[in-house]
């Protein structure tokens, strides 16, 4: 694991030149009344580092002539590891997670101006440490104000994160096995949840049955608050109560993916609970899986991100205006964002350690491209609320339709000739969603 860190921390080098960069840990997480919640640490901090503890700081001076990666951490104290768990130290940051040097937190003050008076520019993402935010800013004027004397030290700041995020993106061989680990357990716990599903279950039992084989495999838990809406609750878009009880007829959509070692599957399905599709229900479901297959097959290296996401409109578009929900002319129906009401979402997003993963998406009027090993998710949907109203001068919305929402999400990597959908251990064919 040395290697694989190492590797990432001298490709940011590359990148920073002359200059340094500062990444902190994620604050330590809420201790209310003596329970210790879990911890997370920041993806940033984590994907230069391996290091998991609160409390840190992480340094990168390539042109320093010793120290080109530093480590500001905890110390040793054995009565406090005695409550909330081991900690690496000064020798452990030093021989486990290969900083070139340690120093104790408390002394960032003092060793940090040795590593920035020769450095420029200072790349730095101000977070929620506003402590820490004001201790570089201070740094920052310090030396900014002695520069005449000098000659050298930060004239510019700049957003560590942005750096990182083109590297982010483009996923290592090691980091592919993590997201396919991830996407393994989440596939065995959504077919399970696909044959757990029957009226008069309630909607939390699925989503412990699915969260229990999450960690039962060894994961972290849940990539993000598990969905699992039955009949109308699939018409809100991040519906997590998960309280309602099932029944014949209803459809039941599931959002659900685990992480593994920080890195995140994110899932969908929709399917009927009784097991089979109304009518209304299996064109909706039909019109959002042609949607999804036509911005998969878009999915290509040098292909805009864009792309995807303009071609399962003009499907979805055209499918509702072919069922008389939307009236008038397909591309100014298009133009005038119609189809928002039925449609109001993004096609996908990136995937990795966070589960909405960095990277810019455009970048003024031009559109990110995809590269080989990018990974994106893929995840059209109509949703036709109970209470849907038309826009003025479309048509009125028939009740047949009220109360279906379909949404269809798999994870795509972007491959040196076209793509791999990671996901499609879930079947999502009309005849594999009915039982």
């Not at 130290?89 to 104790?104: F, P, Q, R």
């Not at 929620?128 to 000098?150: A, G, M, V």
């Not at 399905?269 to 109304?278: A, H, I, S």
Request: hydrophobic residues 40%.
């Amino acid at each position: 694991m040395h290697t694989e860190y190492a590797q990432r921390r001298q490709r940011l080098m590359a990148k920073i030149g002359s200059g340094v960069a500062i990444f902190c840990s994620a604050p330590p997480a809420v201790n209310h009344a003596d329970v210790e919640y879990n911890y997370r640490q920041d993806s940033d901090f984590y994907y230069l580092t391996g290091f998991t503890e609160p409390d840190a700081v992480a340094v990168f001076v390539p042109n320093h002539e010793e120290h080109k990666f530093i480590l500001f951490v905890r110390p040793r104290n054995p009565e406090a590891e005695v409550w909330t768990g081991y900690r690496a130290g000064l020798e452990g940051a030093k021989e486990k997670y290969g900083a070139d040097i340690a120093y104790d937190i408390s002394e960032l003050d003092q060793k940090l101006p040795q590593y920035l008076e020769k450095s420029d520019p200072l790349y730095y993402t101000f977070g929620r440490d506003q402590e820490l935010n004001l201790k570089i800013i201070q740094h920052y004027q310090k030396l900014l104000f002695s520069y005449p004397k000098r000659g050298t030290g930060p004239t510019a700041i700049a957003n560590a994160s942005l750096l990182l995020a083109s590297l982010r993106q483009i996923k290592s061989v090691y980091e592919l096995e993590k997201v396919r680990k991830a996407i393994e357990i989440s596939v065995e716990a959504h077919n399970q949840a696909f044959h757990s599903s029957r009226p008069l279950v309630f909607e939390y039992e699925i989503q412990a049955e699915m969260e229990h084989h999450f960690r039962k495999s060894g994961a972290m838990g849940v990539a993000y608050p598990s969905i699992v809406a039955s009949g109308i609750n699939s018409c809100i878009l991040h519906y997590v109560d998960n309280n309602a009880q099932m029944h014949d007829g209803d459809l039941l959509l599931i959002d659900a993916g685990c992480c593994y070692d920080y890195y995140n599957a994110d899932i969908t399905r929709t399917f009927p609970v009784g097991g089979k599709f109304t009518t209304e229900q299996k064109i909706i479901y039909e019109l959002v899986l042609e949607a999804q297959l036509a911005a998969i097959a878009e999915v290509k290296p040098n292909h805009p991100y864009n792309h995807s996401y303009d071609v399962a409109v003009k499907v979805i578009t055209q499918g509702l205006l072919d069922l008389g929900i939307l009236a008038g002319e397909l591309d100014k129906l298009i133009e005038e964002k119609k189809y928002r009401p039925f449609f109001m979402h993004g096609i996908g997003h990136w995937l990795g350690l966070d589960v909405h993963d960095v990277g810019v998406y455009k970048l003024g009027e031009t559109w990110q491209n995809l590269e080989e090993n990018m990974i994106i998710t893929m995840e059209p949907g109509i949703y036709i609320a109970p209470n849907a109203k038309a826009e003025e001068g479309q048509p009125e919305i028939h009740d047949r339709w009220k109360g279906i929402g379909i949404r269809i999400e798999d994870d795509v990597l972007v491959t040196a000739t076209g793509n791999e959908v990671l996901t499609r251990g879930v079947p999502k064919s009309i005849a594999a969603m009915e039982k």
